[in-house]
T-cell receptor, first 109, second 113 residues
Framework: GQNIDQPTEMTATEGAIVQINCTYQ??????LFWYQQHAGEAPTFLSY??LDGLEEKGRFSSFLSRSKGYSYLLLKELQMKDSASYLC??????????WGAGTKLIIKP | TAGITQAPTSQILAAGRSMTLRCTQD?????MYWYRQDLGLGLRLIHY???????GKGEVPDGYSVSRANTDDFPLTLASAVPSQTSVYFC????????????FGNGTRLTVT
């Protein structure tokens, strides 16, 4: 079956760096997405990786290793507004999105 | 502001009743999707439409139906609601089916009693 694994919850301190991991097993691969979802709100797009390596976008970076079925989202200079759930999703060979359950990130002052 | 509008925001529905969740987008996106989000689970695709006039079944289509009469509207109907359909429902769109990021509506929180 197809599976996306990410930690359920993580805690970090304001100003610090946090890495959220995502491992996947899917039928084919056509890209990996990260979304941010604040409580009670809609998910919003953060990043997209289809080739191996690091994609940097401001304070957020996303890394992909297709051979390892692994990605991470790196958040630097954490701010209180970064408290949210972070969703990992993989597009399979049919371009269907398979979603992880999300990682709830708690930022403490 | 361009985007996706869902209605209602929340609803309490008696089991056995029918209901239509509305979704309208003004971005002229070809592809539209309905997801449900339940605690501890990833988003699950209910139905999708790659273009106006076509629809397809997702991972959890039973008990739901959709139509896509035009580009902008993609309503989701529950013919006879059951408590297991209690969930948060998100409508989403993308400008190319299967490629590119999704734009989500703000969701409808449905409770079936």
């Amino acid at each position: 079956g197809q599976n996306i694994d990410q930690p359920t919850e993580m805690t970090a301190t304001e100003g610090a760096i946090v890495q959220i991991n995502c491992t996947y097993q899917t039928s084919g691969f056509n890209g990996l997405f990260w979304y941010q979802q604040h409580a009670g709100e809609a998910p919003t797009f953060l990043s997209y990786n289809v080739l191996d390596g690091l994609e940097e976008k401001g304070r957020f970076s996303s890394f992909l290793s297709r051979s390892k079925g692994y990605s991470y989202l790196l958040l630097k200079e954490l701010q209180m507004k970064d408290s949210a759930s972070y969703l990992c999703a993989v597009q399979d060979s049919n371009y269907q999105l398979i979603w992880g359950a999300g990682t709830k990130l708690i930022i403490k002052p | 502001t361009a985007g996706i509008t869902q209605a209602p925001t929340s609803q309490i529905l008696a089991a056995g009743r029918s209901m239509t969740l509305r979704c309208t987008q003004d971005m002229r996106h070809n592809a539209m999707y309905w997801y449900r989000q339940d605690l501890g689970l990833g988003l699950r695709l209910i139905h999708y439409s790659n273009t106006a006039g076509t629809t397809g079944k997702g991972e959890v289509p039973d008990g739901y139906s959709v139509s896509r009469a035009n580009t902008d509207d993609f309503p989701l109907t529950l013919a006879s609601a059951v408590p297991s359909q209690t969930s948060v429902y998100f409508c989403a769109s993308s400008d190319s089916s299967g490629v590119g990021s999704l734009h989500f509506g703000n969701g409808t929180r449905l409770t079936v009693t």
